[in-house]
């Protein structure tokens, strides 16, 4: 299994993860998960340390959707565990699901409630203090340049701001792991851009980690770490380069097509 370089990051008071650097964001080992016959995912083993922003590269049907199930709950696994700063799935789900943001491929606001009204809701799902849910409230959306849109419905946004309040959304908490489900989907390059530099932003400030899963290979070569998920198995794991050339050389583009034809 490779790792991302650990990498340097201001703690804040604010923050509620707290995982040393003997533990890792995310632990999965020999994760399965079957369907029938079929195994969508087989032996799965992957480690991320603080500070690691890592994609998950696979075509579609490779177990990418399967994995992210089962990391945030949905599905248990058949065999395996996963940690999540230290916590386990298995065995304790609350406190690891505790440590996690979320991000789905498909929209998951309240179109007809506000952004705020939104963010508090979830905010009071993982119990926060209401001052400081509405001071984080305040001073994030402030950052993504949603300030002005507080009282605003969510549907009368525009699908780039709405992914900017499902990240607000997913790092209120100030969890230690994001979960990136294909989170690009449907918008513009500027809005894909913003979205990948806030959470380098937020993984080079707090030390969080990040799993992004995509089968686009130009997102892939933006992260610090490149997973290859093929048919359930784990292809390859190392940064891109590495990546590419443990799949049998050229672009990661070409190794990955190569890969998984």
Known sequence: MGRCRRSS???SPMTASVATPATPRLLID????????RAALDGVSVRLEPGCFAALLGPNGAG????????TGLFAADAGDVQVDGHSLRRNAVAALRHIGVVFQAMSLDLD???????????DL???PRALAAQRISDDCASAGLGADLQRPVR????????????VRALLHRPGLLLMDEPTVGLDPKSRRDLRQRLHDDVRQRGSSVLWATH??????????????HKGKLLADGTPASVAATLGGGTLEEAFIRATA
């Open 156 to 167: 009368e946004l525009s699908g780039g701001n709405r992914r900017k309040v499902e990240l």
């Open 126 to 128: 993982h119990g926060m």
């Open 64 to 71: 990418k959707s399967t994995l992210f199930q089962v990391l």
């Open 30 to 37: 020999q994760l399965t998960k079957r369907y029938g016959a």
């Open 216 to 229: 686009l290979v130009e997102e892939a070569e933006a992260a610090d770490r490149v997973l290859v998920l």
């Open 9 to 11: 990051y201001n703690r």
């Open 113 to 123: 409630l506000s952004v705020a009204r939104n963010l508090r809701f979830h905010a």
